[in-house]
């Protein structure tokens, strides 16, 4: 099971920060990898909703829960149906100095074991390039609103 952990500084109110990244059916207008995020329920620390993505003209299709702890500005994510055996993991938002540092891990499982070996480290790349796209874009969202 692959486990992928990305990291970023980004200058920027962390508070604000938070909120950007919590409000995840507003990521398809800022990142250009995913077509739709729907949320389907949301309660007072968690939302379950459904993604569309378009990864080099696949679509991956997933519905995930994520759960909010905001006095620690973490958020963890676990897909409860979808394309992908396993996806789960966290956001991690750490104050500094010279601003927030940002780090998504990303634990997933593409479910075919007979050519797991073969495809995840084709993968392993691809969703640690996905997940450096969307850090540049929050950071770019934010930037924007400053």
Partial sequence: MPLVETKALIKGDSNKLYEII?????????????????????????????????????????????TFFDTEKRITYQQT????????????????????????????????P?????????LKKKVRENSENMLAAIKQQLESQD
């Fill in 81 to 112: 149906a979808g394309d992908l055996r396993k996806m789960e993991g966290e956001w991690l938002l750490n104050s500094t100095a010279e601003g927030t540092e940002v780090t998504l891990r990303v634990d997933f499982e593409f479910g075919i």
């Fill in 22 to 66: 919590k409000n995840m059916e507003d990521y398809p207008r800022f990142m250009k990898d995913l077509e739709e995020v729907t949320v389907l329920e949301r309660g007072s620390d968690y939302t379950i909703s459904h993604w569309i993505s378009n990864v080099d003209g696949r679509k991956i299709v997933w519905t995930e829960r994520d």
């Fill in 114 to 122: 007979m050519i797991s070996g073969l495809l995840n480290p084709i």
